[in-house]
């Protein structure tokens, strides 16, 4: 575990600030005042008191990986668009979407004993559902993902909010993993302006690998891998950026669809 340093407890309280009143912050200023987290651990301890700053519960984990180590990011708000009209996203401030393969988690998932690790089997008995969702992106860092990747993953990632989407079938994470040619185009679309046409593909291949890395070798100061909990490992589309369209809708062929409405 580790120590919560005061400068970590300094950026975690920063970072929060910013956070709630929709502001940026430079790494220039930041490392002036020696608040840059300097490893993974440092980054994910500072991301964790900004957490708990912000008061929100946590609703899921956004999972990559950095320099070969598997780390992640708290999901604050998620939203479900079990809706027949496209579901309204509250939160302001989103300048990207991308689309994702995500999955419910049906048990909480535990650090593994010592010694021991998870299969791949086990995690997926751990998967209550697979969707396709919605991750919207945001920045508390002026220079954004471009930042040291300690800091930006304080930063949560970038990460906005996330829509879960509809379900979709469990044999779809292998078929992108494979590169299937039979799988249809994902169309995603910001005010009727296509965004992104293209076959689907995942930047680890398969979906699933980052979370069974992740529940090997957990890093977080949260709680960890919670029942009901959404996990995201990666976009289908890579991230697009917006320049104020507020109605997104994502088609992906026959499989499913997945309509968001952004306030102004």
């Given at each position: 575990m580790t120590t919560m340093t005061e400068a970590n407890i300094r950026l975690g309280a920063i970072l929060a600030e910013a956070e709630n009143k929709q502001s940026s912050l430079s790494v220039a200023k930041l490392e002036s005042s020696g608040l840059v987290p300097d490893t993974l651990e440092t980054g994910m301890a500072a991301q964790a008191i900004a957490t708990a700053a912000i008061g929100k519960a946590v609703g899921g984990w956004k999972i990559?990986?950095?320099?070969?180590?598997?780390?992640?990011?708290?999901?604050?708000?998620?939203?479900?668009?079990?809706?027949?009209?496209?579901?309204?996203?509250?939160?302001?401030?989103?300048?990207?979407?991308?689309?994702?393969?995500?999955?419910?988690?049906?048990?909480?998932?535990?650090?593994?004993?010592?010694?021991?690790?998870?299969?791949?089997?086990?995690?997926?008995?751990?998967?209550?559902?697979?969707?396709?969702?919605?991750?919207?992106?945001?920045?508390?860092?002026?220079?954004?993902?471009?930042?040291?990747?300690?800091?930006?993953?304080?930063?949560?990632?970038?990460?906005?909010?996330?829509?879960?989407?509809?379900?979709?079938e469990r044999d779809l994470i292998a078929r992108v993993a494979n590169e299937d040619a039979t799988l249809p185009v994902l169309v995603l679309e910001g005010d009727e302006t296509v965004l992104f046409a293209a076959q689907p593909k995942h930047p680890q291949g398969d979906a699933l690998a980052p979370l069974l890395a992740y529940a090997n070798r957990p890093l977080d100061h949260l709680g960890g891998l919670r029942r009901g909990q959404v996990v995201t490992t990666g976009s289908i589309c890579g991230l697009l950026r917006l320049s104020g369209q507020r109605s997104i809708r994502a088609a992906w062929g026959d499989i499913a669809e997945l309509a968001i409405s952004l306030p102004a």
């Open positions: 990559t990986s950095n320099s070969g180590r598997v780390v992640a990011a708290p999901l604050l708000d998620v939203y479900d668009t079990d809706t027949p009209t496209a579901l309204e996203v509250p939160k302001p401030g989103c300048v990207g979407v991308e689309i994702e393969l995500c999955f419910v988690l049906a048990n909480d998932i535990p650090p593994p004993a010592p010694g021991q690790e998870y299969s791949r089997e086990d995690i997926v008995s751990h998967v209550a559902s697979v969707h396709l969702g919605a991750e919207l992106a945001s920045y508390r860092l002026i220079e954004e993902n471009k930042a040291p990747f300690p800091l930006f993953l304080a930063d949560r990632l970038g990460n906005h909010s996330f829509v879960l989407g509809p379900k979709i």
